[in-house]
Each structure stands twice: as structure tokens, then as C-alpha cells.
């Protein structure tokens, strides 16, 4: 559902369907380095970065969550394509729905969009 929110917001802002691109990885600590190989490719203006990391018994879900947005964070600053953090970290399973579903709140929609700003701040600067 978050894909489908970023899908859905950029083509109502003018990104045509074609030009999106979507990669599926095993977790949440494997996006900073499939992103960094979007980037490498040189055939995209911004990576938005969408997941969910689910708390758990143990401290991993801090460790998974730091190092994720760590990781997503020095690439964006490292590179020239803008990056979006769209991972949710969320205590449960009704919590990740609520913030994917089909209206405002999607997380998603809010990454896309947030590329989108960012993208176009960057480009008014020059």
C-alpha cells in the first residue's frame, strides 16, 4: 500500500508511470545499499525509500531502525539524487496499515511527494 501511495501522488503530479521504477529487498537494513545502486545507475532524479519495521521483543527494532535511516540519510547527503525515508517504524501491525491506506495519511504518498518538494527546491536554487 505505501508503493501504490507513492505511485498514485507522483503521476497525479505529473511523473509519468513509465519512468517509475520499483525494487523489492529483504529488509530494511538492504534498502541504504539498493539505493546506493539506484543512484550509481545515474537513471534517477530521487529514490524514495518504503518499508515498515515492526517493534519486536528485542532492542533489534532500534538497531534495524537507526541503521536504516542512517544509512538512507549519508547517502542522500553523499549524493546528488535527492533520497526519502518513507520507512515506517511502527509498534505494530495496525499501526503500518493505518499509516498505508487509501487517503492523506498514506506514508508513502508523503515520500513521493516530499521527493518531489525537494527536487524542485534543488532545482530553484540552481
Known sequence: QLELGARRALVAHGVAAAAIATWWVPGALEVPQVAKAVVASGRFDAVVALGAVVRGDTYHF?????????????????????????????????????????????????????????????????
Open 62 to 126: 532500534e538497531v534495524v531502525s537507526d541503521a536504516s535511516a542512517a544509512g538512507l540519510m549519508r547517502l542522500s547527503l553523499d549524493s546528488d539524487v535527492v533520497i526519502t525515508n518513507g520507512i515506517l517504524t511502527v509498534d505494530d501491525e495496525a499501526q503500518a496499515i493505518a499509516r498505508s491506506g487509501d487517503n492523506d495519511d498514506n506514508k508513502g504518498a508523503q515520500a513521493a511527494l516530499a521527493a518531489l518538494e525537494t527536487l524542485a527546491v534543488i532545482d530553484s536554487i540552481g
